[in-house]
């Protein structure tokens, strides 16, 4: 069976379901990571297989995990993960660093669990977000043309219309993180 793909906020109305979640590695204590999306933050216990993999994982990680919702003793949720492939993560780009400080668990969290932010400063001058975002919007840009060029006038019309959304989306996503550093 599929995971089905959620935001972490809504995790408590999955109890017992297999579900995927990704986000941004905050902390990991034992084989307990803590992962937040934006809505909230999870705690993703590995377990089994998965376990090995505790050393492979930094704070400031992007994560993508699928697994099984679980009740904790303490009446949180979490995330149990127990094959390695169930777990596919990617460096922060920029080579980023993530600093950890204590903090009481959140809802959702084990007692284990701990809070972090990213350290802007850690970014320096040389990162390539920018760069790559440019060269998507670059890319976009000329498939428009070309699309533009070949097409009919229907065919024009949805690509301008696609090209708009797509466009906004980037915008977006690129205001969330430039928000996102902003306020770490």
Do not use: K, W, Y
């Not at 216990?45 to 099984?68: C, F, H, I, M």
């Amino acid at each position: 069976m599929a995971s089905q793909v959620i935001a972490i906020s809504a995790l408590t109305e999955h109890v017992g379901q297999q579900v995927r979640v990704g986000g941004t590695v905050r902390a990991i204590v034992g084989d307990i990571v803590t992962v937040d999306d934006g809505t909230g933050q999870a705690a993703v216990r590995l377990d089994g297989e998965a376990a090995a993999l505790e050393g492979q994982l930094q704070p400031g990680d992007l994560v993508n995990v699928s697994g099984t919702v679980e009740r904790t003793a303490a009446g949180g949720v979490e995330v149990v993960v127990a094959a390695s492939t169930d777990v596919v993560s990617m460096p922060l780009p920029g080579g980023a660093v993530a600093t950890t400080t204590s903090g009481a668990p959140g809802p959702g969290q084990s007692d284990g669990a701990t809070d972090s932010s990213i350290d802007p400063a850690a970014m320096g001058s040389d990162s390539r977000a920018p760069v790559v975002a440019a060269v998507v919007l670059l890319g976009l840009a000329s498939m428009s043309l070309l699309a533009f060029a070949f097409a009919g006038r229907d065919r024009r019309a949805r690509a301008r219309a696609a090209a708009t959304r797509t466009v906004a989306a980037l915008r977006q996503r690129l205001a969330r993180a430039r928000t996102a550093l902003s306020h770490s």
